[in-house]
């Protein structure tokens, strides 16, 4: 296990990017750098980030761990620098929803979430919303923030959002939708009475 969180020359290239380019993200999807094993880091539920333990408790800490997370195909997740690659346990989603604004965007109305980590997502056909209902039928909702992350909507965003839903008829069954830059969103099937 590397003590580590992520190789220093590694952190210095992440940063050196962060205060060039304010606006992107470090191209983690180009960089293949060896993996070098599991770290005591994880993401829980909620979104708060534990390192050997303790609360990461620095804003801007987190942001530049986040900005450098990347899902893989082997459903493992990994904080990937330009030298290395180290993997780290996340619970459900790396993000969480924490609140939602209704936008008029070019004539069209949207919804727009905001983060645990201050970013702004617009639902849209580029990000999408899906609900997984668990073992015990209880919904999961989450948006696509970024490639294949995303953030699960806190219950106060989601239930926010099935007030703010209508009543459609979706493949000739009921269900409660959401409109968001001309796009529908499936919420749930209404039950028949």
């Given amino acids: 296990m590397n003590d580590n969180p992520v190789n220093l020359k590694g952190l210095e290239t992440i940063y050196s990017f962060s205060k060039k380019n304010k606006q992107s993200l470090p191209p983690v999807e180009k960089w293949n750098p060896p993996f070098c094993g599991d770290i005591d880091m994880k993401i829980l539920r909620n979104g708060k980030w534990f390192y050997m333990g303790s609360e990461i408790k620095r804003p801007a800490m987190v942001k530049l761990f986040s900005s450098i997370l990347r899902l893989d195909e082997d459903a493992c997740y990994y904080l990937v620098t330009p030298v290395e690659k180290v993997r780290i346990q996340v619970e459900d989603a790396p993000f969480v929803a924490v609140s939602l604004n209704k936008v008029e965007i070019s004539s069209k109305t949207g919804y727009l979430f905001k983060t645990n980590l201050n970013e702004e997502i617009l639902l849209s056909k580029e990000n999408p919303l899906t609900i997984k209902i668990g073992e015990n039928s209880e919904p999961s909702p989450y948006i696509l923030i970024r490639k294949n992350l995303h953030a699960l909507l806190s219950r106060s965003v989601f239930y926010e959002l099935v007030d703010l839903a209508e009543e ?12 968001s830059m001309g796009e529908c969103f499936n919420i749930h099937e209404v039950e028949k009475e």
């Fill in 168 to 179: 459609k008829i979706v493949d000739d069954k009921k269900c409660l939708v959401i409109e």
